[in-house]
């Protein structure tokens, strides 16, 4: 149980496009999902809670129009790079909390801006 | 500020060793969680264990075992039998809402 998935696993665009990327709660529903950003060799970076129904909660630092969070449903969060430039290259991952305080993650997202 | 310090940046073990993990952190809060998560090759973070702080008895999971000093905010972890599937980076975690807030990771390599 509590199986996340992401995708795409990998994708490249060209700087200036958009992209989008799904978060899925597979076996369990979610109220609430997280997106994180991740450097290489360095550690998860919160960027944004993701709650069903409502607007997310980003963290401070975190450009909300660049970065478009829509959870529409129980079980699938987006996140939508929006005008994505070379800087945005990076890994995200998404959780989802299965019970308070725990959380289980998918296995991320790499994306290239060329 | 709550904050997870990890001043382990890498270590290694042999094959069927134990090999201990170190992590401090800091919060005024009386009530949160502690987590282990891995993060193997594959960069998908699993979670190892998981302690509750109102708890005084350390978790344990298969190889895997805490030691949680609650007066000192440390929170260590043991890995027993080291296996070479347990090469990853490991990240300690606090979360005393739904947050979690990591540490910069330890790198563990595990010899055959």
């Known amino acids: 149980g509590a199986v996340v998935s992401q995708h795409p696993s990998w994708v490249i665009c060209k700087s200036g496009t958009s992209v989008k990327i799904e978060c899925r709660s597979l076996d369990f529903q979610a109220t609430t999902m997280f997106w994180y950003r991740q450097f290489p060799k360095q550690s998860l970076m919160l960027m944004a809670t993701?709650?069903?129904?409502?607007?997310?909660?980003?963290e401070q630092g975190v450009e909300k129009d660049k970065f478009l969070i829509n959870h529409a449903s129980l079980t699938l969060s987006t996140l939508t790079v929006t005008s994505a430039h070379p800087e945005d290259s990076s890994f995200y991952i998404c959780?989802?909390?299965?019970?308070?305080?725990?959380?289980?993650f998918g296995p991320g997202t790499r994306l290239t801006v060329t | 500020a709550q904050t997870v310090t990890q001043s382990q940046p890498e270590m290694s073990v042999q094959e069927a060793e134990t090999v201990t993990l170190s992590c401090t952190y800091d919060t005024s809060e009386n009530n949160y969680y502690l987590f282990w998560y891995k993060q193997p090759p594959s960069r998908q973070m699993i979670l190892v264990i998981r302690?509750?702080?109102?708890?005084?008895q350390n978790a344990t999971e298969n190889r895997f075992s805490v030691n949680f000093q609650k007066a000192a905010k440390s929170f260590s972890l043991k890995i027993s039998d080291s296996q070479l599937g347990d090469t990853a980076m490991y990240f300690c975690a606090l979360s005393n809402t739904d947050k979690l807030i990591f540490g910069t990771g330890t790198r563990l390599q595990v010899f055959p």
């Open positions: 993701s709650n069903e129904g409502s607007k997310a909660t980003y």
């Open positions: 302690q509750e702080a109102y708890k005084q």
């Open positions: 959780s989802a909390r299965t019970r308070p305080y725990e959380q289980y």
